[in-house]
């Protein structure tokens, strides 16, 4: 039996009470040392509310508990997060541009309150809301906006996005204290996108102010945002907590915490749910059936993923081979695959990384299963027995990603391959991803969120100076310059397709499927409306009061 909203919110709220307050009255970092702050083509937009507009008089109540498999890469700087990380980033910090719940950019719920974009796309002027503050009391201003872009291009950034922003930025000046203005090297159509909400995390603003006078580490320990929630407390592999910021400019936010509890077995994350004591979890589609006939609400995020596994190092036997690559996609039986994981309930797809949501997606045709063909292809490229080294973990939004690399590697053994399953955390993997470490033959499996504009995504794969790049591969990197450079929408689309093209003829990537996040959640939850925004739960739109 099902306890009560009241039930169920003070249960989560007793235990997290504590470890929220003193987290927050003593401002005291995950290390227990106690830190000091110091001192689509829309050219023009513009909006009346200020930030310091008084804010609803309902205060909030209570504690959101969300139970779910992973916590991205499990850290709170923008610039060295994954994007599993939007799924918290978006309650800490503030994008550039925000979106409204038709997905589209919305400059009065923006940091930027108005934007110009000259003739030729290469000069984008940003006028930016005067009386927003961070955490810590500081004024959020232009010099904010012109460092956090300037952090994530900086040259030994580690930020996946680094590579995007160079490409496109030729310099970021503030002509005064609330004016951003970005030229950039050639006409960029989209730049607003990249820097709203609705993409990755290259819009996020974080305080000049604070990381200058305490450094890096002291603020990825006690990070500073001006988003509706404030760090609170955090254990690693177990809890991210955040305690609400009562002065934020755009709404009273809806619960004085939100509490992320890290469950990564779905069977414990249901028990969590049946017993009232979280208030969401993720859930695979077999398990939310089961949660939904005992009265719980099904929450679906519909073509939140593009499920694939990437194959790493192309630059390096055995996967420098197409015929091997090509080999590994039609050893695998999607649809089988899409039964006994899914319920039936993905959609398999022919594409990677340009997917349905994205501006200029082409279909391409799907991989059928074959494996006596992928026998023979393996067989003309001189390696029947390909060493492959499959990566296997948790990850955030598909909680079927161990069974599902445990089944591929099983089918890749069928037509000869000889494959070795590592278990580990998606962490450690990108790190060693990053140096340029990992085992010849690697493969490992994400799910990447959908984007209207996906270029940022596909260089940040695709391109041969990215830090997580799969490919070093010349013409590649030629098309990625020329859809950077469109200076119209219909030739981005044109080559977009041609990049689709590309990527199915020479087997570069392994698509899998497309898939819904899905979520089961207490029925007090209420309503849940989710954008297209990419990697994002749209947890704002749950707890912004209606």
Known sequence: MRRSRRASLTLVATATAVLILSACASSTTTDGQTDEPGATEQPTASSEPTASSEPTEETPSET????????????????????????????????????????????????????????????????????????????????????????????????????????????????????????????????????????????????????????EEAFQQNPVGSGPYKFADFRADDHLALVVNPDYWKFTPAYESVVFRIVPEEQTRSALLQRGEVDIISASPRKARELEAEGFTRHVKEGAYAVTVLLDQQWEPPLDDARVREALNIAIDRDGLNQSLFEGLATVTGNY?????????????????????????????????????????????????????????????DVGAEVEI?????????GLQQDDALPDGSVHPINAGG????????????????????????????????????????????????????????????????LGNVFMAQEHVGSWNFTTAAFSWDLLNLVERN
Do not use: C
Request: net charge negative.
């Open 64 to 215: 959101l508990t969300i139970a779910l498999t992973a916590l991205g890469n499990q850290t709170f700087d923008p610039l060295l997060s994954d994007v599993g990380n939007k799924v918290f980033l978006t309650l800490m910090y503030d994008y550039l541009i925000d979106i409204n719940g038709d997905s589209e950019l919305d400059p009065e719920r923006s940091v930027a309150e108005s934007w110009e974009v000259s003739e030729g796309n290469t000069v984008h002027t940003f006028h930016i809301r005067e009386g927003i503050t961070f955490h810590n009391g500081d004024d959020l201003t232009a010099e904010d906006v012109k460092f956090s872009l300037e952090r994530i291009m900086r040259e030994d950034s580690q930020s996946a996005y680094a590579g995007n922003l160079r490409e496109q930025i030729a310099s970021v000046e503030v002509p005064d204290p609330y004016t951003v203005v970005i030229t950039t090297n050639s006409s960029s159509i989209f730049l607003e996108y990249d820097l709203s909400q609705l993409i990755g995390n290259e819009g996020v603003i974080v305080p000049k102010g604070y990381i200058e006078a305490n450094g």
């Open 353 to 413: 990384s340009i997917n349905s949501l994205d501006l200029g997606y082409k279909e391409q045709p799907l991989y059928e299963f074959d494996p006596e063909r992928a026998r023979q292809l393996l067989e003309e490229a001189g390696n029947p027995n390909p060493t492959i080294v499959a990566w296997s973990y948790e990850r955030a939004g598909l909680p079927e990603a161990q069974r599902m690399m445990e089944a591929i590697a099983s089918m890749w053994q």
């Open 422 to 430: 590592r278990s580990s955390d998606y962490n450690t993997v990108r």
């Open 451 to 514: 984007q209207t504009v996906g270029i940022g995504r596909l260089s940040s794969i695709f391109g041969s100076n990215a830090l997580l790049s799969v490919t070093h591969d010349p013409r590649m990197d030629e098309l990625i310059a020329e859809v950077a450079a469109s200076e119209d929408v219909a030739t981005y689309k044109r080559l977009m397709g041609e990049i689709a093209d590309y990527i199915r003829e020479n087997h570069i990537s392994l698509p899998l499927y497309e």
